[in-house]
């Protein structure tokens, strides 16, 4: 914990400890717009400890994005107002904040007959709107003065639907093998990169699991992850944040490393882990110790946050009596 909670520097961008709040949805941004109550929520994890910030998922303007009215947008106007606040609040408490950008692909769910798209249907002029939507994200992010901008491409949505052989069975350029699978993500890559600010960090989020198939993999060799990895890489993408469910399970037999180690040593940029941190009484010291090896170079929180805005402080204390267990419920409480 002792490393971990010191000042680190990210792509160039300077954070108060290696910790970062993983991105959570939380749907309390009404009409797309999020509130006051979403900057002091934010506020409060950066007042306890977290360098970073990526926000929950936020949508790119195209209405095949998602439906959810209550999921915060990323787009020019009110929502770009609100964010503003946020992004106000977070820095006024030292802490830095980027926006995860968002198309659910075939997990929008289908209403009022408009039909999922999925790296199978688009075609044609839809690949073009999703990159301008993307561009006018990015666009707005800047506006907004987010630090940085995290490309959402895990955990089953549109972008991961294309890296998975199992849900894209294209035949053109942006199919076929690990370096066509990853092409339309490399092209939002080019798309949101082309819009920040040179010292402005592009993230880019990758797993291998699914939101609904935990077993799936995107690469089922280091040397296919390599070539997913470093087609991001040379498309501009600054930092790996490698999302796993547990950040000590190994990716390939035979190798103890997790998917943010294997991602460092197959490309050489800074990668995030992430995975059950501070949930399951697993030692901290591992954690270190893997840090301490150079496996990953910050660690992203997820649902410890949620009811321990202070945790990084509480950790790095020694003071686990005053931490809450984590419960399912905590994924109801919005503080
Ligand atoms: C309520 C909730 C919402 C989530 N929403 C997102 C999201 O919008 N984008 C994303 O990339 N991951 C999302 N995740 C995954 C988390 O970022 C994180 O990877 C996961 O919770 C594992 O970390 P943890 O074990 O520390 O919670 C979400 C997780 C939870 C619990």
């Known amino acids: 914990m002792t490393a971990l909670v010191e000042p680190t520097t990210l792509a160039g961008l300077r ?8 991105p959570m949805t939380r749907n309390h941004s009404p009409g797309g717009v999020p509130t006051a109550e979403v900057a002091a929520y934010y506020r409060r994890r950066a007042e ?25 947008r990323l787009t020019p106007g009110a929502a770009e107002a609100g964010w503003r606040v946020v992004t106000g609040s977070v820095h006024e408490a030292g802490g830095r904040i980027a926006a995860q950008l ?9 209403v009022d007959g408009y039909p999922a798209w999925t790296p199978d249907t688009m075609a044609g002029r839809d690949f073009g709107e999703l990159l301008e939507a993307y561009a006018e994200s990015a666009r707005t992010a800047v506006s907004a003065n987010f630090d940085a901008v995290e490309i959402h491409a895990a955990h089953g949505y549109l972008l991961d639907e294309f890296l998975w052989p199992h849900t894209n069975h294209r035949t053109d350029r942006y199919g076929g093998g690990p370096r066509g699978r990853a092409t339309f993500p490399a092209e939002v890559i080019r798309a949101v990169k082309a819009e920040l600010p040179p010292t402005m960090p592009l993230i880019m ?26 087609t991001f890489a040379e498309a501009g993408a600054d930092v790996l944040h490698a999302s796993q ?22 490309t050489g940029l800074p990668t995030i882990t992430v995975g059950s941190v501070g949930l399951t009484g697993r030692p901290l010291d591992e954690l270190g ?31 686990t009596a005053e931490i809450r267990d984590y419960r399912k419920a905590d994924e109801d409480i919005y503080y």
């Open 102 to 110: 968002w198309h659910l692909g075939s997990l929008r769910e289908p």
């Open 48 to 72: 306890g400890g977290v360098g970073l910030i990526v926000t929950e998922g936020t949508l790119i303007g195209h209405p095949s994005a998602s439906h959810e009215t209550d999921v915060p």
């Open 15 to 22: 954070l108060n400890s290696h910790f970062v709040m993983a």
């Open 289 to 319: 110790e893997r840090h301490a090896r150079g496996e990953f170079d910050l660690v992203a929180l997820g649902r410890i946050l949620l009811g321990n805005p202070c945790w990084v402080h509480l950790a790095a204390a020694g003071r």
């Open 205 to 230: 989020r990758f797993s291998q699991f699914k939101e609904r198939d935990y077993a799936a993999r995107i690469a089922e060799t280091p040397a296919e992850l390599g070539t997913i990895l470093t």
């Open 245 to 266: 469910r547990r950040f000590w399970e190994p990716v390939f037999a035979g190798h103890r490393e997790n998917l943010a180690g294997w991602a460092k040593r197959l």
